[in-house]
Nanobody, 116 residues
């Protein structure tokens, strides 16, 4: 099993920045990729960004050029630097890990609120 603990998030004005961090523990050897998803009330959870063990990244079109995902494999952490935040970025953000043994694991979620 993989356990994920998120930190960061909070309230920020439009145009501001926030940094989310996620630390993985447990069977971290089984992780092949880590990422961030977000969810708003009444909507499905959507991918924000993902990074593989090799460092390959993918981003949602809506955050390209504004968000940057990074990972420290030695520390089993993944970060999401969010710049130029918009009110539409307001959501609960979830850390995710994916692996061949345990599939998807999720953090508890952290609220990000961007005021206009």
């Amino acid at each position: 099993q993989v356990q994920l603990v998120e930190s960061g998030g909070g309230l920020v004005q439009a145009g501001g920045s926030l940094r989310l961090s996620c630390a993985a523990s447990g069977s971290t050897f089984s992780i092949s990729a880590m990422g961030w998803y977000r969810q708003t009330p009444g909507n499905q959870r959507e991918l924000v960004a993902r990074i593989s063990n090799a460092g390959n990244t993918i981003y949602a079109d809506s955050v390209k050029g504004r968000f940057t995902i990074s990972r420290d494999n030695a520390k089993n952490t993944v970060n999401l630097q969010m710049n130029s935040l918009k009110p539409e970025d307001t959501a609960v953000y979830y850390c995710n890990s994916r692996g061949h043994l345990y599939g998807d694991s999720w953090g508890q979620g952290t609220q990000v609120t961007v005021s206009s």
